[in-house]
Structures are given as C-alpha cells and as structure tokens.
C-alpha cells in the first residue's frame, strides 16, 4: 500500500474537478486529483485527450498539470476517513490499495443517469442514453448505422445531444419517443423564456439548435408518449408504448431510456453528510452553500454533485470551492478572495437562468407512480416493486429496513441505481414524504475489492521497520 499526503484531494475529473484542480494548484497547494475513469475529462468530456475536441476541457488539463497536480486516472475510490488532522482517503488502482492525508477535500463527483423502470427494462439490449453516448465517445460505436433499430425514449438535454451526434456521424434512429409534456402546457416558461435569453444566450442557443436539428435529421418523433415497456425473448425486440393516436409496437434492437440525471451522492452520503430531497427535481441534494462548503468543516462539493447545473456551472463552482480552499488553508489574502468570489458568483448567478428553463421543460416523472408489481427496481438483486411492497407491509417501513428484508441495494452498486427509487417507492406506500422516509445508509467499501488487493496491504506492512509497528 501506497501512503501520501496532499493539502487538497478531489475526487472527481470532470469540469468541475478540473477547474478546482488548475486554481487550487496554480495558487500552490499541493493537489491529487483521484477519478475512477482512465481519463480526465468527467462525462461531459469524456476521452478528452484522445478525441481532442473541447478546447475548454484540454486547456484546464494542461493547466492542472503545470501547476503540479497529479492526477490520478483509474482510481477507485473506496473510504474516507477522518480525524482531528482532516481527511483520509483510501483508494484503488491498478489493483493496489493506497491512502493519502489531506487538508482539505473537494468532492466533484458529478452526475450519473436516474434509472428508468418500465417493464422490460433489464433485458439486454435496453440502456440509458448515457450509455450510448459513451460508447459513441469511447468507442465509437453507431447502433443504427446498417439502418435502424435503435429507438430512444425519454426526454431533456442528454437525448437530443445524442441524436444530433448520431446524425452528424451518419447513423439512424428508428424512432424517437417524446415522453415530456407539451412546452404549451407549462405556465412557467412564458416567464423563464426571457429571463434565460438575457442571462445565458448561449445555452438557450445550443438547445433550440439541439431542436432544430432532431427536427432536420428526419428521425420520426412520437410525442406524449405514455405506458412504456420493453418486449422480447431473452433480449429486447421491441417497444410498446401509447400517445393520443392509440397503442404502438416498433421493433428494436437497442432500448435507449432517459429521465434526466441526478447528483451521484454515494460519497457525500458515505460521509454522512446533510442532505435534502428535491420535489421537483426527484432526487435528494447535499446541502451546500455558494462555496461548495458542505454541512462537515474540511468537506466541499462542486459541479453536479451538489446539484444539477450543467458544465459551464460545474466549471464556477469548482473555481468557488477552489477559492475557498485557497481562503481556508491561509493561500489567499481576503481582499483577493472577495473579488475572485464576487465575479464568480455573478457568473453562476446569470448561467442558473438557462438551468431554470430546462427544469421547467423537463420535469422528471415520479418513477413509483403506476410502478407495476412485476416490474424490477434493483437489477443488481432482481428485488421487484411487488417485493418491496411486500416488505412495507409486514412492517419494514423504511429504505434501510426494506433493503434487510429484501436485499434491495445489496448488490455490487451498493444502491447507486436503486436507492431513491426504493425510497420513493417506501414513500408512496407508507404514505409518507420522500424526505421523511430517508435515503439508505452508505458503508465502505464504496466499490467491490479484489481478494489480490489485500496482498498488497500485507506486503506493505511486511515492508515497515518492526520499530514501526
């Protein structure tokens, strides 16, 4: 096992774990950057280095490392634990354990996909648009490319991205099944409309040209779309679903689904942090202030981890707990840290217009709502909604009870994929709110461990001067 020490350590590569990276290192702290992936670059600008494509992401990369951060690609990691010196992490890579000690740590763990359970949803062949994506990015692979037989379902940003990507790269799409509701339908746009043209044109720009071309790229489009589910023998085959003209069956190899993303929250909850659940976004949020400060002295997060917000706020708020950091570990004079922040903020301030708009076009469904009995809610288990139901009724009246019952969340995601949704599930049949329901408790480590690990421990120790022990 490996052992060091750090002023800062992040926990994420994506643009906000970079942005943090290139001010805190630039301002002379000592900084490791540790990322499960096995390049920098997040979700957002996943393969940066290889595709070369986001000017933004490349530049911070290069900053980062001329100011002497590491960065640490393919790094899992695995606990943090704490004491009157701060934080230690524990991580994994290339199948070694290793530990470093930091002062400070910026968590920019970012977002991943909100599950979406329909029937069907398990059979090989259905995946989230991410995952698509990041095939096209990393791989580059086409599905529809020999002339169809991807259908994607859902709604939001992430989808029409993907599509015009598709597009550009000379594929097909079968079909595209608009799920949301219709932009006529929300009283609130009228307002925000204006208010994001004037603060963040560029955004709204990009998304009415995301329109523009899922309308020019002659995919056919279902709108107000209802009732999904996928059918097939072994894998999938094809899609059911119904809109206003009545019941539809399209064939299809590949299943993309999407409901929106959600800030990934297994660290945050691993350090008991507070959290908050968000109605209208359906997810729960750790609580932070503009700084990235979390509830816990020592512990920041920035980017989508804290809350949805997209790139370019992922980029200021890894800047503002950067700037923080600086302030807190005596780097920054006050006078200086006062006007970096004001200017910061009133960035973040005017992208959150853009932000504001999109939620309000893409209200992500309640996923327990009509949620069959049959229907799987934790893949990992194949614990269904009927189980869960099951269990509450014989008196296991909360996520963590639930899962003692049923297993639900016990397998290797340790409930990344089906945590809220068992919460909101426990919720609607206890009759109760989401947040009074609770979330299930996270325990290291946060990923499975390889047995060949350990060995690396007890050579380290076999390794250390006996006047040591």
């Not at 910026?106 to 991943?112: D, F, H, W, Y």
């Not at 997060?301 to 917000?309: L, Q, R, T, V």
Request: charge should be positive; aromatic fraction near 4%; include cysteine.
């Amino acid at each position: 096992m490996t052992a060091d020490s750090v002023d800062l350590a992040i926990v994420g590569a994506g643009p906000a774990g970079l942005a943090a990276a290139a001010l805190a290192s630039g301002g002379g702290l000592r900084t490791l950057v540790i990322d499960e992936q096995p390049a920098p670059g997040g979700q957002d600008w996943r393969n940066l280095e290889a595709r070369g494509q986001d000017r933004t992401g490349l530049d911070l990369v290069r900053q980062v490392r001329a100011g002497g951060a590491e960065l640490r690609s393919g790094t899992t990691l695995l606990e943090v634990a704490f004491d009157d010196d701060g934080p230690t992490l524990t991580w994994m890579s290339r199948g070694e354990l290793g530990r470093t000690r930091a002062r400070a740590l910026v968590l920019a763990t970012g977002a991943m996909e909100r599950p979406v359970p329909i029937p069907g949803w398990t059979l090989p062949g259905v995946l989230g648009v991410g995952a698509l994506q990041t095939a096209l990015k990393t791989g580059g692979l086409l599905p529809g490319r020999d002339g169809g037989g991807l259908v994607v379902a859902g709604h939001g940003p992430l989808p029409l991205l993907y599509l015009a990507q598709v597009a550009a790269a000379g594929g097909t799409v079968s079909a595209v099944l608009d799920v949301g509701p219709p932009a006529g339908s929300i009283p609130a746009l009228a307002g925000l409309f204006p208010t994001a043209l004037l603060g963040d044109p560029v955004t709204l720009g990009r998304g009415l040209l995301l329109l523009a071309r899922r309308a020019l790229s002659g995919f056919r489009v279902y709108r107000g779309v209802r009732d999904l589910a996928a059918i097939g023998d072994g894998r999938v085959e094809a899609v059911r679903f119904a809109d206003d003209r009545g019941a539809h069956i399209l064939p299809c190899r590949l299943l993309g689904l999407h409901d929106g993303v959600v800030p990934n929250t297994q660290v945050t909850r691993l350090l008991r942090l507070d959290h908050v659940w968000r109605d209208d976004r359906r997810c729960f949020e750790p609580v932070a202030d503009d700084f990235g400060r979390s509830s816990r002295p020592g512990i920041w997060i920035a980017g989508d981890g804290a809350g949805i917000a997209g790139a370019d706020v992922a980029l200021v708020s890894g800047r503002l707990a950067a700037l923080d950091v600086l302030r807190t570990l005596g780097s920054v004079p006050e006078q200086a840290f006062r006007s970096r922040a004001a200017a910061l903020l009133r960035q973040r301030a005017r992208l959150g217009a853009a932000r504001r708009l999109i939620d309000a076009l893409y209200p992500p469904r309640d996923p327990s709502d009509g949620l069959a009995d049959t229907t799987v809610v934790c893949r990992c288990e194949e614990v269904t909604a009927g189980g869960i139901r099951q269990a509450v009724a014989a008196g296991a009246h909360g996520p963590n009870r639930t899962k003692t019952a049923t297993r639900c969340g016990m397998g290797a995601c340790q409930g990344r994929m089906c945590g809220q949704l068992l919460s909101q599930v426990v919720a609607r049949e206890t009759g109760r709110t989401v947040a009074e329901v609770g979330a299930l408790r996270i325990r290291p480590p946060l990923k499975p461990v390889p047995m060949a690990a350990f060995a690396t421990l007890a050579a380290a120790a076999d390794a250390r001067d006996p006047e040591e022990w």
